[in-house]
DNA sequence: ACGCACCCTGTCCTTGTGGACAATAGCGGA
DNA sequence: TCCGCTATTGTCCACAAGGACAGGGTGCGT
């Protein structure tokens, strides 16, 4: 059993809270969203949440105060008894980092804040085809790699080790170089792409501004 | 160590190979796409791939007989040496189940060959979001409360200022302190956030990952 | 009154970075 | 063959950046 990390299960569902117990050694159960704030304040990141059942009138749990307080602070796992495409975009959009089946078995659950708990995004099979679905039936989307182009294969490939925050040292350790040749590559990328650092080249590459 | 199933690594990278052995107990390691055929008739499922290194032309590895003949039989986890998001989309098209970096923390391949053995796909953070943002191109700041909440009103604006690509005296006279007193307020940033430098933060900032 | 968090500034010091001079070697086109 | 591009490495140097010590001042809650 993983995630020693202690977990806020939030949900007014008994039944639920009584399933999703299994999900680590530590867990503590809320019924309502302002525990989010004492979790949040006592350093703990890991909440599960029932989508449909802190039941606040017609409104969605993100639009909740201690919700926007938190969701950026915090690793939340959405799980909802009826999924929908929609809804799970709307979560992820209002800072959740997974969207899930509520009664998913608990190992998938696991797994999904296993995933978030270590800083990634977690997304089930259904939403995720349609999302690739979606933005395969229109991308326009080419000239990305626009920064590339001026470039000669071994400058790019030096450029996107640095845009990534490697230092001189450790790009010339991967590329098996010396740091001086890494730093005549950086140089003449610089130069190409009209920019002063390695900083500007990073944004520029990662396609900021 | 998690991963009882065999993997196949398929590189002619000697070094990814060797990094990659640490997956999993038992792991072979192959240089051709064909040997995805033997690998599927065998059969086990679990591949991951570097897309830079079995190199075929100019050719990518999705459109090899190979691939085609058993991408939808296997859970094949695509990895990159320089990621971008088109080839990212193009690999889960093709029929890979997970896209990520080939330099990735080996905890992270790790996990993400969990995910794919347990049928679910497998996207980074940094992709997924951006398939989110294509998708509802307002997705406002899912990633800006991430970095800001932990961070004092003056330590944000000299961290975006820094994440711009601004120098430490451009910081100063912009918000018209002292050079050092940027210092003070990167060094507590840098702490905060648990990044190194400035251009850590930048991408952190930016949602990079 | 005291602690605490925040904001501000100071002086060293080490290291990484980028530029300014170089040089050598391979490879392909005119 | 010569020229140009590419990749590689060298030394020296100026400067920015970040850490390691310092502090002082304000406001706020107990």
Redesign the interface.
């Known amino acids: 059993m993983r995630i020693p990390e202690p977990i806020l299960i939030l949900t007014d569902d008994d039944l639920l809270a009584e399933r999703w117990k299994a999900l680590a050694p530590a867990v503590i159960r809320a019924r309502e969203v302002e525990a989010l704030d004492t979790w949040h304040k006592a350093g703990h990141r890991l909440v599960v949440t029932d989508l449909s059942r802190p039941r606040i009138g017609s409104k969605t749990l993100w639009t909740e105060a201690a919700w926007l307080r938190n969701?950026?602070?915090l690793a939340i796992l959405a799980a909802s008894s009826r999924p929908d495409d929609d809804e799970g975009?709307a979560a992820?959009?209002?800072?959740a980092c997974g969207y899930c089946h509520s009664h998913a078995p608990i190992?998938?659950l696991r797994?999904a804040l296993?995933?978030i708990e270590?800083?990634?995004?977690w997304?089930?099979?259904a939403l995720?085809?349609r999302?690739?679905r979606?933005?395969?039936t229109r991308?326009p989307?080419?000239g990305?790699?626009d920064w590339a182009t001026p470039l000669t294969e071994r400058e790019?490939?030096v450029a996107?080790h640095a845009a990534?925050?490697e230092s001189n040292p450790g790009i010339a350790d991967?590329l098996g170089i010396t740091e001086r040749t890494v730093k005549a590559h950086l140089k003449a990328v610089f130069e190409k792409l009209q920019v002063?650092?390695?900083?500007?080249l990073?944004?520029r590459v990662?396609g900021?501004?």
């Open positions: 969701a950026g602070g975009l992820l959009k209002a800072g190992d998938t797994q296993e995933v270590s800083g990634e995004l997304v089930g099979r995720l085809s999302l690739l979606l933005v395969d991308l989307r080419a990305l790699a790019r490939e996107h990534i925050g991967a002063a650092d390695r900083l500007q990073a944004l990662h900021v501004r």
